[in-house]
């Protein structure tokens, strides 16, 4: 049987339409306020049809030297080819660090399945 963790895809998100980009400071002031930014189709655009679609995001922050992620975000997606007006998929939150981890995005197509990011976030004083 296998893990959740071996269902998830991931790539170069520059040639790959279903990676969530991560965008984001590399490094942040202690408990100060930055905003983080999950996107998708930045260089490669993802459909939104009744067929094919994005259905959600979820941000995680995982803290050096401890032991669970933390649940950030999440952006759920339920307009599917209704619009010719849309552009894309885009998820903003506002977070404070008060110490240094990684950043995981975490997407899923209806037919692709799940796909994963993640960003190293410096915390300074």
């Known amino acids: 049987m296998k893990s959740i963790g071996q269902l998830f895809s991931s790539g170069d998100w520059k040639g790959e339409k279903h990676v969530p980009v991560i965008h984001c400071p590399d490094e942040v002031t202690k408990n100060e306020s930055f905003d983080i930014k999950i996107s998708i189709g930045d260089a490669v655009k993802h459909p939104n049809t009744f067929e094919h679609y994005i259905s959600w995001f979820k941000v995680f922050f995982h803290p050096e030297g401890g032991k669970f ?36 995005a975490v997407s899923y197509c209806n037919i692709h399945g799940l796909w994963e990011n993640s960003k190293e976030v410096t915390v300074k004083e």
């Open 69 to 104: 992620p933390i649940e950030l975000a999440t952006f759920d997606f339920s307009a599917h080819g209704e619009s010719e007006n849309f552009t894309g998929y885009v998820g903003l939150t506002e977070v404070q660090l008060s110490k240094s981890g990684t950043i995981y």
